[in-house]
């Protein structure tokens, strides 16, 4: 019958050898059995494995991995001894060559499969130089094993606390104050909180990293005291000489928020100075910033490469979020104007652009959408317009805001591939041809990859 399903050739609980041919975008192994598409959860390319099916739909099976018979010579030993059952990195099974080559296929098979463009144009991603110890925020969850307070990351798909005392990717801060909170959690008989009962108090211990290694904590509880506020703060300050700033978080809503709205400073400064690309910004617990700022310089110097300004332009930031991106496009534009849908966001990139001395930079609270037609009416018109939206990619309203502007260049920078190359399609017949895509890794051992591309307008490709 037309549109029909082959019979499905697998069971749950049987047991299948197949050969691996790919990675999916969650790191999952991805093979065929009898023509049958199942996807196994540490199974790497060039493998031939045993997998037992654990569940079954009508175009695909997944199935958890119970031996390796041909292992791939790409395959190394997880650096995190609770890899196999926490959900933070995907792909430490692979060795860091190999990891780069995968998020390559990722991102040009996205260029070519969904944006219609040739393979070719996907440069190498470039490599982080420290690909463990990288990131500068933290967020572990608080749980109960066997009668002692535990913290830990959740395990993938889940919200089952997975118990460390140390992330491998991780600075050396945040795996201090890991240690810290939970060895005073038990000294002080702090219940962690009970999503399921409602109980308890103490949901998520946050740590910031900021220059010179300072380090900002934030104690999330789900009631409206901290327990043993005092002794926080004493032996917080001996254990970790590090320590600048200490707060104190309710989060009493049941949900995937971390941070609630009441916050309060027990103990430093409210901020934490942070660098990229020889700016300094003041974080706070609610502010975005790049969680590994060694890669995010690489990926902000490649946008500006790309935008090629001379210090002439006008160019618009559509997403700018706290303003990172186009205060450093600030220092080699003549007018940067970042645009930004969420208010709290533009505050804080008003006050990043005072505090580096950058007068010729405006920031507006509004739908890019809406705002930049207007802006084009009043007169304005941008030679460079840069978009960093989220994993959801730009809204048909921006996509086509940004093409009836009609600058010279669009600087494209996303964290999703696939609708990265969606936009890039919907661009083409704005106007916009793709010409280059530069991968960044900016989170190795994970599956995420980011990448900086430049769409130029048809009329000023040279030929």
């Given at each position: 019958?037309?549109?029909?399903?082959?019979?499905?050739?697998?069971?749950?609980?049987?047991?299948?050898?197949?050969?691996?041919d790919?990675?999916g975008i969650?790191?999952?192994?991805i093979g065929?059995y009898?023509?049958?598409?199942?996807?196994v959860?540490?199974?790497?390319?060039?493998?031939?494995?045993?997998?037992r099916?654990?569940?079954?739909k009508k175009s695909?099976?997944v199935?958890?991995?119970?031996?390796?018979?041909?292992p791939?010579?790409?395959r190394?030993?997880p650096?995190?001894?609770v890899y196999?059952?926490?959900?933070?990195?995907?792909?430490?099974?692979l060795?860091?060559?190999s990891?780069?080559?995968?998020?390559?296929?990722?991102a040009?098979?996205a260029?070519a499969?969904?944006g219609?463009?040739?393979a070719?144009?996907?440069?190498?991603?470039?490599?982080?130089?420290h690909?463990?110890?990288?990131?500068?925020k933290?967020?572990?969850p608080?749980?109960?094993f066997?009668?002692r307070?535990?913290?830990g990351y959740?395990?993938?798909?889940?919200h089952?606390?997975?118990p460390?005392?140390?992330?491998?990717?991780?600075?050396d801060a945040?795996?201090r104050?890991?240690?810290?909170a939970?060895?005073?959690?038990?000294?002080h008989?702090i219940?962690?909180?009970?999503?399921?009962?409602?109980?308890?108090?103490?949901?998520?211990i946050?740590g910031?990293?900021?220059?010179?290694?300072?380090l900002?904590?934030v104690?999330?509880?789900?009631?409206?005291?901290?327990?043993?506020?005092k002794?926080?703060?004493?032996?917080?300050?001996?254990?970790?000489?590090?320590?600048v700033?200490?707060?104190?978080?309710v989060?009493?809503?049941?949900?995937?928020?971390?941070?609630?709205?009441?916050i309060?400073?027990?103990?430093?400064?409210?901020?934490?100075?942070?660098?990229?690309c020889?700016?300094?910004?003041?974080?706070?617990p609610y502010?975005f910033?790049?969680?590994?700022p060694?890669?995010?310089?690489?990926?902000?110097?490649?946008?500006?490469?790309f935008?090629?300004?001379?210090?002439?332009e006008t160019v618009?930031?559509?997403?700018?979020g706290?303003?990172t991106?186009?205060l450093?496009l600030?220092r080699?534009a003549r007018?940067v104007?970042?645009?930004?849908i969420v208010?709290d966001?533009i505050?804080d990139?008003?006050?990043?652009?005072r505090a580096?001395?950058?007068?010729?930079?405006e920031f507006?609270?509004?739908?890019a959408?809406r705002?930049m037609?207007?802006?084009?009416?009043?007169?304005?018109?941008?030679?460079?317009?840069?978009?960093?939206?989220?994993?959801?990619?730009?809204?048909?309203e921006?996509?086509?805001a940004a093409?009836?502007m009609r600058?010279?260049?669009?600087?494209?920078?996303?964290?999703?591939?696939?609708?990265?190359?969606?936009?890039?399609?919907r661009?083409?017949p704005l106007?916009?041809?793709?010409v280059?895509v530069q991968?960044?890794?900016?989170?190795?051992?994970?599956?995420h990859?980011?990448?900086?591309?430049?769409?130029?307008?048809?009329?000023?490709i040279?030929?």
């Amino acid at each position: 019958m037309s549109g029909s399903h082959p019979a499905v050739p697998v069971s749950a609980g049987e047991d299948c050898t197949l050969s691996i041919d790919d990675l999916g975008i969650h790191g999952e192994g991805i093979g065929k059995y009898e023509g049958f598409t199942l996807f196994v959860p540490g199974a790497l390319p060039g493998e031939t494995v045993r997998a037992r099916v654990t569940l079954v739909k009508k175009s695909y099976a997944v199935g958890t991995l119970t031996d390796i018979l041909t292992p791939a010579p790409e395959r190394t030993a997880p650096a995190c001894p609770v890899y196999a059952d926490c959900g933070g990195c995907q792909i430490s099974h692979l060795t860091y060559d190999s990891q780069l080559q995968a998020k390559w296929r990722r991102a040009a098979g996205a260029v070519a499969k969904i944006g219609g463009y040739p393979a070719e144009i996907v440069r190498p991603v470039l490599a982080a130089p420290h690909p463990f110890g990288y990131r500068n925020k933290m967020a572990v969850p608080a749980g109960t094993f066997h009668g002692r307070t535990r913290l830990g990351y959740y395990r993938q798909g889940s919200h089952d606390v997975i118990p460390t005392l140390s992330c491998a990717i991780q600075q050396d801060a945040n795996n201090r104050l890991l240690l810290f909170a939970e060895t005073f959690l038990n000294q002080h008989g702090i219940a962690p909180y009970d999503e399921k009962t409602r109980t308890g108090c103490v949901r998520h211990i946050m740590g910031r990293v900021g220059d010179g290694g300072k380090l900002m904590a934030v104690i999330v509880t789900a009631t409206a005291e901290l327990p043993c506020e005092k002794e926080w703060i004493r032996e917080m300050r001996d254990a970790l000489p590090e320590l600048v700033s200490l707060y104190h978080n309710v989060q009493s809503r049941p949900g995937n928020v971390i941070l609630g709205p009441k916050i309060r400073c027990l103990w430093g400064r409210k901020t934490l100075a942070a660098s990229l690309c020889g700016l300094t910004f003041e974080v706070s617990p609610y502010s975005f910033f790049q969680v590994n700022p060694e890669q995010a310089e690489v990926l902000y110097d490649t946008a500006l490469d790309f935008a090629a300004l001379t210090g002439k332009e006008t160019v618009i930031d559509a997403y700018c979020g706290t303003g990172t991106i186009s205060l450093c496009l600030a220092r080699k534009a003549r007018r940067v104007i970042g645009i930004e849908i969420v208010p709290d966001a533009i505050r804080d990139a008003k006050k990043n652009s005072r505090a580096n001395g950058i007068a010729h930079a405006e920031f507006y609270a509004a739908d890019a959408g809406r705002l930049m037609p207007k802006l084009y009416e009043e007169g304005l018109t941008p030679d460079v317009i840069v978009c960093d939206p989220v994993r959801a990619g730009c809204s048909e309203e921006v996509l086509r805001a940004a093409a009836g502007m009609r600058p010279r260049r669009i600087v494209y920078v996303s964290c999703n591939p696939a609708t990265f190359a969606r936009d890039a399609a919907r661009l083409r017949p704005l106007g916009y041809t793709l010409v280059k895509v530069q991968p960044v890794d900016m989170f190795p051992q994970t599956t995420h990859v980011e990448l900086v591309s430049l769409l130029v307008r048809e009329d000023k490709i040279l030929k």
